[in-house]
C-alpha cells in the first residue's frame, strides 16, 4: 500500500471521528446513533464476501 493511501485513509479515520464527537454534542446520542448504526450496517453489507468466479470460461 502507498504512503500516500495509507496516510489518507488515516486523516479519513480522524476526520470521521471528529464529525461523529461534533455530531453527539451537537445533535445528542439519540439523533446521531441511528445514523451511525446505519452507516455500521452499510459497510457491514458492502465487505461481504463475494463469491469468486472460478469457473472455466
Given at each position: 500500500?502507498?504512503?500516500?493511501?495509507?496516510?489518507?485513509?488515516?486523516?479519513?479515520?480522524?476526520?470521521?471521528?471528529?464529525?461523529?464527537?461534533?455530531?453527539m454534542?451537537?445533535?445528542?446520542?439519540?439523533?446521531?446513533?441511528?445514523?451511525?448504526?446505519?452507516?455500521?450496517?452499510?459497510?457491514?453489507?458492502?465487505?461481504?464476501?463475494?463469491?469468486?468466479?472460478?469457473?472455466?470460461?
Amino acid at each position: 500500500m502507498p504512503v500516500t493511501t495509507f496516510v489518507s485513509m488515516i486523516l479519513a479515520v480522524i476526520a470521521a471521528s471528529g464529525m461523529t464527537v461534533w455530531a453527539m454534542a451537537e445533535f445528542g446520542v439519540l439523533k446521531v446513533l441511528p445514523a451511525l448504526i446505519a452507516v455500521g450496517l452499510l459497510v457491514r453489507w458492502g465487505l461481504t464476501h463475494v463469491p469468486g468466479d472460478d469457473e472455466p470460461a
